[in-house]
Nanobody, 121 residues
Framework: QVQLVESGGGLVQAGGSLRLSCAAS????????MNWYRQAPGKQRELVAV???????NYADSVKGRFTISGDNAKKTVYLQMNSLKPEDTGVYYC???????????????WGQGTQVTVSS
């Protein structure tokens, strides 16, 4: 029942910006952790940004100072603002979350469908 839906990917020139969104829907009691991953063709999937319900955030060294993760609790949506994009940022970006569906249940891990980000030189 829980679903993560991503949007905001696309093609952008180097130096440009994109804002990715990840909206959670379904039976949700709480969202504990939300992450953004990315994967370039032929490369290992890497963790890009982390946010917890307590306000903790962290970023991969390669994106620090350029990317910002944030959330809107009312909309159950997490964002990834990407500025000063570089060609090496190209890849499929995935939203990932630990979600508690309701009382009496544990937390489970969910993935979005992925959205393509392409940065041209």
């Amino acid at each position: 029942q829980v679903q993560l839906v991503e949007s905001g990917g696309g093609l952008v020139q180097a130096g440009g910006s994109l804002r990715l969104s990840c909206a959670a829907s379904g039976s949700i009691f709480s969202i504990n952790v939300m992450n953004w991953y990315r994967q370039a063709p032929g490369k290992q999937r890497e963790l890009v940004a982390v946010a917890t319900s307590g306000g903790y955030t962290n970023y991969a060294d390669s994106v620090k100072g350029r990317f910002t993760i944030s959330g809107d609790n009312a909309k159950k949506t997490v964002y990834l603002q990407m500025n000063s994009l570089k060609p090496e940022d190209t890849g499929v970006y995935y939203c990932n979350a630990d979600i508690r569906p309701g009382l009496g249940r544990g937390s489970f891990n969910y993935w979005g469908q992925g959205t393509q980000v392409t940065v041209s030189s």
